[in-house]
């Protein structure tokens, strides 16, 4: 079965080299000036979506017995790694966001159920980790070596501080006010773990896909369905949610 991620970029590579000339030159452009102070984040040649980790015995006996009793989502993560499926196409067939799929990457990583190999493994990981909301920014940047240990501390300290005179002011902000970060780097930070939250929108990439048969174009229908039903009762639950908290009625 032909990969989702494959098909989709092949997609993209049917596009006339005139047309990719630009889309290239464009999307440099636009890496490079948002995240000027992190090149590092964006080496094409070690991504974290590029990751493709394998299972362990733990994991590989989780998925057959269940004994944790996961929600499904880490069990379909599994079941692709299994499948061989890099971060990218987990992210994508399951129509899925980055975070989403950076969420269960932590969570089953604590478990032990996977080893990922030949890669940077420290920066990855620690990637994952702060657009999963596990690590915040000072112990980011400090893990991929923007501010030392020492800078961390002092910036630590004087929060406390801070907070002790009734200042709460975030670790971002300090960091700025130390001089260990700038504004802009912060604003890439942001956009770094904004961007993670959001969807591949359904219809970019995949409006004249071509599947080596009918049954995989009948599955990705019935992913893409299923994902479909989910969003739409969310957005029921959030929006009952709403009206209960402005006790708003029918």
Request: charged residues 30%.
């Amino acid at each position: 079965m032909q990969k989702t991620s494959e098909l989709f970029i092949q997609n993209i590579k049917n596009l006339p080299m005139w047309v990719k000339q630009v889309i290239t030159k464009e999307i440099l452009e636009d890496l490079s000036k948002k995240l000027e102070d992190f090149t590092e984040l964006v080496e094409v040649n070690d991504l974290f979506q590029s990751m493709t980790p394998e299972l362990t015995y733990k994991g590989k006996e989780e998925l057959s017995q269940r004994n944790l009793g996961l929600s499904e989502g880490y069990y379909i993560f599994l079941q692709d790694l299994a499948d061989g499926c890099d971060i990218f196409e987990i992210t994508i067939k399951n129509n899925w966001t980055l975070a989403d799929t950076a969420k269960i990457f932590c969570r089953l990583m604590d478990l032990e159920y996977f080893k990922i190999p030949n890669m940077n493994t420290n920066k990855n990981v620690t990637i994952a980790m702060f657009i999963a909301g596990k690590i915040k920014t000072g112990e980011f940047l400090k893990r991929i070596g923007k501010i030392s240990v020492i800078q961390l501390e002092q910036a630590i300290r004087y929060q406390k501080e801070l907070n002790e005179e009734g200042r709460h002011i975030k670790m971002a902000s300090i960091l700025i006010k130390m001089g260990f970060i700038t504004d802009k780097g912060l604003d890439s930070l942001l956009l770094l773990k904004d961007e993670a939250k959001k969807r591949l929108p359904l219809s970019i990439g995949f409006n004249s896909i071509k599947y080596d048969n009918k049954k995989d174009e009948e599955d990705q229908i019935i992913r893409m369905q299923r994902e479909i039903s989910r969003l739409e009762n969310e957005n029921i639950i959030m929006k009952k949610r709403l009206k209960k908290m402005l006790n708003i009625n029918e």
